[in-house]
């Protein structure tokens, strides 16, 4: 399996959530989505928050292979960083937003 990322290099208020979420599209060597893989989003710097509140959660891949969740950027400005790991691989995906100032 192979994984890309869907939206990294956001950038919104900080305190806000990111306007499109973080994804993993997971596929296999063909480039046809890999449906039911779980994966899971762990914040690894900044104080933002996943869909699930918490600084981890786990998304599973729908038919179309994309495992989705929401992120809060920290109150703060400055970078936030969230990794993802694509559960029974080695793949990770590192995200980066930027928390900005009103």
Excluded: C, Y
């Excluded at 994804?23 to 480039?31: K, T």
């Excluded at 762990?42 to 869909?51: A, D, I, N, S, Y």
């Excluded at 989705?68 to 790991?85: D, H, P, R, Y």
Aim: aromatic share 4%; no cysteine; glycine share 14%.
């Amino acid at each position: 399996a192979k994984a890309a990322a869907d939206g990294n290099n956001q950038a919104a208020v900080a305190g806000m959530r990111l306007p499109t979420p973080l994804g993993v599209r997971v596929m296999d060597r063909f480039g046809n989505a890999i449906p039911g893989v779980g994966v899971t989003f762990k914040v690894t710097q900044g104080e933002g928050r996943l869909e699930s509140g918490k600084s981890s959660h786990r998304a599973v891949t729908g038919a179309d292979g994309l495992a989705t969740t929401a992120f809060v950027l920290a109150a703060e400005a400055g970078q936030n960083s969230v990794k993802a790991v694509v559960e029974g691989t080695k793949q990770a995906i590192d995200f980066i937003a930027f928390g900005t100032e009103v």
